[in-house]
């Protein structure tokens, strides 16, 4: 778990000089509560880019929406960077608040309805036909496609 990619790029590059070259799916903590960030980051031992914490701390604690809503912008921008840095899926730890998932899943361009399917193809420059697999049959649409390679999204509690 991570707020930063670069921490991500940084452990995958580690792995593939080590000789390690299996897919590796990074985990994305879903900000949904200031008190829940502040938790997990003491928990687990999270190194925090300053601007997010500023950013957090600045939030109203008492405004759940405007914090969720800052943390699906957050998710949104930080799942682009990581499948732009070569991710081949995404892992969201939602701890049973969905809310947060599903929009960041919504925001990538990729609707709800992929985190139950099979992985979807997602384009970072131009929109364009191609095939994709929707709930096992093949449906062809303008989907994004990074570089044509596949991901995927998933949500745990």
């Not at 000089?17 to 897919?23: M, S």
């Not at 991710?87 to 049973?96: E, K, M, T």
């Not at 062809?140 to 044509?148: C, V």
Request: hydrophobic share 40%; aromatic share 8%; charged share 25%.
């Amino acid at each position: 778990m991570f707020f930063d990619s670069e921490v991500y790029v940084a452990f995958v590059e580690a792995c593939h000089a080590a000789g390690i070259h299996v897919p590796i799916i990074p985990g994305i903590m879903c900000v949904n509560t200031v008190g829940g960030f502040r938790r997990m980051v003491s928990f687990c031992h999270t190194r925090v880019p300053d601007q997010l914490w500023k950013e957090m701390m600045s939030l109203p604690k008492d405004d759940e929406e405007a914090v969720r809503k800052y943390g699906t912008a957050f998710g949104v921008r930080l799942s682009q960077e990581l499948l732009l840095a070569g991710a081949s899926g995404l892992h969201y730890y939602c701890l049973n608040l969905s809310r947060v998932a599903l929009g960041i899943v919504t925001g990538l361009g990729l609707g709800p309805q992929s985190v139950n399917t099979p992985p979807h193809r997602v384009e970072k420059v131009d929109e364009k036909p191609i095939k994709t697999l929707v709930n096992g049959a093949d449906k062809e649409e303008k989907e994004k496609d990074l570089d044509g390679e596949l991901v995927g999204a998933v949500a745990s509690s």
